[in-house]
């Protein structure tokens, strides 16, 4: 069992530097946390603290009930995977995953019952009698995580453990974190700026933004209902489209304008817009990029959701296609179908989703409609 | 006891009179001090890093010792709250395949790595070493650590050098970059100029910005606002909306400030001023 409670930490820098504000978070035993969000935002500085590798500034955090503020890292029963890992290179995999509990002068044979059990669960096995230049990189990745297992933490800590693998090793580690999660049950705190990492790996993510958490929520519904303009723009690959559109409240009709383009709000979206009397107001339009149909079938039945402009870059990805284009001056892009007939420099039609747009208000960026 | 534990070789003193006694433990100790001076390569460095072996012995007691005294070289110099053997076994195993590399314990919480720079190496490759040093320590031995790391040694000579470039970017990074942990001694930046000026020059210099008396801190809040300021460039609108607080609440703060000490943070000059004059602030701190 372990599960973690964070209440109002912050983190001030003897310099003055705020790196954590009123951080709170419960969690739960087994979750998989992931703390996101871009360069400098405070997730190492959180993930640290917790590690108590920080101390901190103010604030209480325990570890199933007991406060863990002054206790010193080696007695937090935690372990931890770190950006720049690196392996004994003289020793064989068993010697480098045993080496932490020799040091602590573990009995010999339950170090080789921890060794060989950490080494199965990461399907190490048969490479127990290699030595580190003779893995391939997600092979001593998994030695990295296997030196941690070992310990048997009660919490498992990671900050940015893929980032110096390549792209096609990163997505295979991905699926064998996940796999170790599931394995082991355990609780564990990964830090990443990688939003895809993020949505693929956690129960529950915490996008933080300069030192503030902006959002905590399962991977769905930080996708599908963003509470901010940062969280919206920053959760999805390609990024939420955004436009400046005026609002009109005219009876029971609520329309979004955007240059030429009036696009009618449907009943679940309007009462929010009505009810922040944003009539006459400028505010944000954010849509998808899969929410941006070229399909005919769904232009004829949404006649007062379209857009025209002309196509700027047509990028085939094999499943998909990307159509990138301009609307007002501000750039856009359609995730659809590559049997589409649309091609740089062709004059297009677009139907946005109406009910999948999210609305923000221009000066605060929270969600209106979410 | 201390004879054994550096040579390995244990002596038997036979006589039980005093003036017996005496003249051996002397013995002993020149004994213990002849080897380390011969053998023991720790003690070896230790004294070049303090400046206490002189310049015209180096050359000879390195041969010895099979130290190349033109080799090129780093020093690193990692700080922890306690350094214990599982730090320098730690060590000793991750940079073991430079057989060159040496760890020199040097106080409780002082350890200094002095390593070649092999061939394909440059300067910049320092930071990714310096980065695992720091990472493979929090994450093995489970203890937070700070390094500083000096210029490029090209002779064991300058070793004493180098060790008083590593001291001084770990105490100008104590002071000015806490946030960090890992301190190069050539991006020190403006703090090593801070750093290098007399207590009562910084003290002139504040008494002309605040008048007197001098603050010892300014108001945390206050602080944070005018960080976040200068992270933005000077940008009201972007620092506002950061802050989630209104642009005129966020320029009311700024003219307190100008009324405080007459510089205008808006206007590039003043804000450098009141940039450097927060760093003399915590330096002063620091001093004290």
């Known amino acids: ?370 | 006891m201390k004879l054994k534990k550096i040579t390995g070789i244990s002596l038997e003193v036979s006589g039980a009179a005093p003036e017996q006694i005496e003249p051996a433990l002397t013995q002993i100790h020149c004994l213990c001090t002849a080897y380390k001076e011969k053998y023991n390569r720790t003690d070896f460095l230790q004294g070049l890093m303090t400046g206490n072996i002189p310049h015209y012995e180096i050359s000879d007691r390195a041969s010895r010792l099979h130290i190349d005294p033109e080799e090129k070289r780093i020093l690193f110099l990692i700080e922890g709250k306690h350094f214990d053997e599982t730090s320098g076994a730690i060590l000793k195993n991750l940079l073991s395949c430079r057989s060159k590399t040496y760890i020199v314990p040097l106080t409780e919480t002082l350890l200094a790595v002095i390593r070649p720079l092999c061939q394909n190496e440059t300067f910049e490759d320092m930071r990714h070493i310096a980065e695992t040093i720091v990472d493979t320590l929090n994450t093995e031995a489970l203890i937070r650590v700070r390094l500083s790391y000096s210029s490029v040694m090209n002779t064991l000579a300058d070793i004493q050098k180098a060790f008083q470039e590593t001291n001084l970017a770990l105490k100008v990074g104590r002071l000015f970059y806490s946030e960090q942990n890992i301190f190069p001694y050539n991006e020190l930046g403006i703090g090593r100029l801070i750093y290098r000026l007399p207590v009562s020059l910084c003290e002139n210099f504040l008494s002309e910005i605040f008048g007197s008396p001098i603050p010892k801190t300014l108001d945390p809040e206050l602080m944070a606002t005018v960080n976040r300021f200068f992270l933005n460039n000077l940008n009201i609108a972007e620092t506002a909306r950061q802050l989630h607080m209104h642009r005129n609440t966020l320029i009311y703060r700024l003219e307190q400030i100008e009324k405080q000490t007459g510089l205008d943070l808006r206007l590039f000059d003043d804000a450098m001023t009141f940039k450097i004059a927060m760093m003399v602030i915590n330096y002063l701190k620091g001093n004290k």
């Open chain 1, 1 to 370: 069992m372990a599960s973690l409670s964070l209440k109002g930490v912050q983190k001030i820098y003897p310099n003055g530097f705020h790196a954590v504000k009123d951080f709170n978070l419960e969690i739960a035993d087994k979750e998989f946390i992931i703390f996101v969000g871009p360069s400098g935002c405070g997730k190492s500085t959180t993930l640290r603290m917790i590690a108590g590798l920080e101390d901190i500034s103010d604030g209480v955090f325990k570890i199933d009930g007991k406060v863990m503020n002054d206790v010193e890292p080696k007695d937090r029963d935690i372990a931890m995977v770190f950006q720049n890992y690196a392996l004994y290179p003289h020793m064989t995999v068993y010697d480098n995953m045993a080496f932490g509990l020799k040091l602590r002068k573990v009995p010999k044979a339950e170090i080789d019952k921890k060794v060989r059990e950490a080494a199965r669960i990461l399907d190490l096995d048969k490479l127990l009698d290699r030595k580190p230049k003779a893995l391939s990189g997600g092979q001593r990745q998994r030695v990295a995580m296997g030196r941690a297992i070992v310990r048997n933490p009660k919490v498992f800590l990671m900050d940015e453990p893929l980032s110096n693998l390549d792209a096609k090793l990163r997505v295979q580690m991905r699926i064998e974190i996940s796999k170790l999660h599931e394995n082991l049950g355990a609780t564990i705190i990964y830090v990443t700026h990688d939003q895809t990492e993020a949505m693929t790996l956690g129960t529950r993510i915490v996008v933080m933004k300069d030192g503030v958490v902006q959002q905590v929520d399962t991977p769905q519904n930080l996708y599908n209902t963003p509470c901010n303009l940062f969280v919206a723009g920053f959760i999805g690959s390609p990024q939420m489209n955004f436009m400046d559109a005026v609002c009109s409240v005219k009876g029971d009709d609520v329309t979004l304008t955007v240059g030429k383009h009036v696009l009618k709000v449907p009943a679940s979206k309007k009462q929010a817009l009505i009810n922040g009397n944003y009539d006459g107001k400028t505010v944000v339009l954010g849509i998808r990029p899969e929410d941006v149909h070229d399909s005919q079938a769904f232009i004829s039945n949404s006649p007062d959701s379209i857009i025209e402009s002309e196509i700027k870059v047509y990028e085939l990805l094999g499943a998909e296609v990307f159509l990138y284009f301009d609307v007002e001056g501000t750039q856009m892009t359609a995730r659809v179908n590559p049997r589409t007939t649309l091609r740089t420099g062709d004059k297009a039609v677009f139907a946005l989703d109406m009910e999948k747009i999210h609305v923000f208000d221009k000066e605060t960026e929270l969600t209106i409609t979410n």
